[in-house]
């Protein structure tokens, strides 16, 4: 299917009318090059220390070729082919039709799209899918969440004067904005459509990978603190108590943590912990167990760790319904505090004394 230049689809109009970004118009030039990492970049001015490829368009908004494909994903067995696509600076979109079809009179769409914002996922869906006044048919629930993705099912009856829809997305945060993987159907999703689209995007991979920015902590004074954080409570989960356990013989320390499942959390609950490593706080360690009938308590301890700060850490607990996560319940957080800056402890004696002076800091 060739090109089609300057059209997008019923559904893009959809999400403008939402409010969500799409192709922003007004940039004439957009240059194309590669950095030394091999990542791809476009920008409406050329780099000063790489050469660069100025893109020639078809009108000021439409590129007349863009990046490759940024999700690796396989179709559904069926015959697709790209029906749409245009990008600038801040946003690009892929659209993706059925053999026969178009993104002006199509059943169903696969649509792929990048956008530069400062939002997290978390805060992105809950602007503009969670609640939004411009379509109050609007319903998004979600299916799957980690630090990272959100993989959710939504649906809206005649936003903008369109027909009712339904759809599966997926949002991955990337360094500098957030990309989108949709696969919609006008009317109903079938259980085959729903079943088989989760499951791919799910497994889809980003090709456009973070960069290596390591996110470090300073150590803070004992006054900067605060008191030591209150065990949380949430609608499935209560913190019974929280430690930064040291080793006298290593030098380090780890993180633990005690929960006790409240009345709403059913059996068979997965709960997924994910502890910050104090050397990279975009990194996770993830400890995990499912909670069999009879069982209301579970304990959790991370790895050790030498670049434990002075610091207010942040555990964040996902909640599944099952092993499988298909279907997540909520979230749990709870911030644990270290009073040692570990990076700065010498021999056990220097440990010892730390831990009895109540903290050393910064």
Not at 110 to 132: C, G
């Amino acid at each position: 299917m060739q090109f089609v230049k300057g059209r997008v689809s019923k559904f893009a109009v959809v999400l403008l009318a939402l409010g969500l970004p799409l192709v922003v118009a007004g940039q004439s030039e957009i240059f194309k090059w590669t950095d030394k990492h091999g990542h791809v970049h476009y920008s409406d001015k050329a780099p000063q220390s790489e050469p660069a490829e100025q893109l020639e368009l078809d009108t000021p908004n439409i590129m007349r070729s863009q990046s490759d494909e940024l999700w690796n994903f396989e179709f559904d067995g069926r015959e697709w082919a790209l029906g749409h696509q245009a990008a600038i600076q801040n946003s690009s979109i892929r659209e993706y039709v059925l053999v026969g079809q178009s993104v002006e009179d199509w059943t169903e769409l696969v649509t792929s799209q990048y956008m530069r914002t400062a939002l997290s996922i978390a805060q992105y869906y809950d602007k503009f899918w969670r609640e939004n006044p411009d379509c109050p048919s609007l319903e998004a629930s979600k299916i799957r969440e980690t630090t990272e993705t959100i993989i959710f099912q939504g649906k809206h009856g005649a936003c903008g004067g369109y027909e009712p829809g339904e759809f599966i997305q997926r949002l991955s945060g990337i360094d500098g904005g957030i990309l989108n993987l949709t696969f919609a159907q006008k009317g109903q999703l079938t259980s085959e459509n729903r079943s088989n689209w989760t499951k791919i995007l799910s497994e889809a991979n980003i090709k456009y990978f973070r960069s290596q920015k390591i996110v470090k902590t300073k150590s803070l004074p004992l006054s900067q603190l605060g008191p030591l954080p209150d065990n949380t409570v949430s609608e499935y989960l209560e913190t019974l108590g929280t430690m930064v356990g040291p080793n006298s013989n290593s030098l380090l320390a780890s993180f633990s943590i005690r929960l006790k499942a409240r009345k709403a959390l059913p059996a068979g609950a997965y709960l997924e912990v994910h502890f910050p490593d104090p050397s990279d706080l975009d990194k996770k360690d993830i400890e995990s167990k499912v909670l069999r009938s009879g069982e209301n308590e579970a304990f959790f301890i991370s790895p050790e760790y030498r670049e434990m700060k002075c610091w207010n850490y942040e555990v964040l607990v996902y909640i599944y319904r099952g092993e499988s996560k298909t279907k997540l319940l909520g979230t749990h957080r709870q911030v644990i505090q270290s009073r040692v800056n570990y990076s700065r402890i010498k021999d056990t004696r220097d440990l010892l004394s730390a831990m009895l002076k109540g903290g050393r800091c910064p």
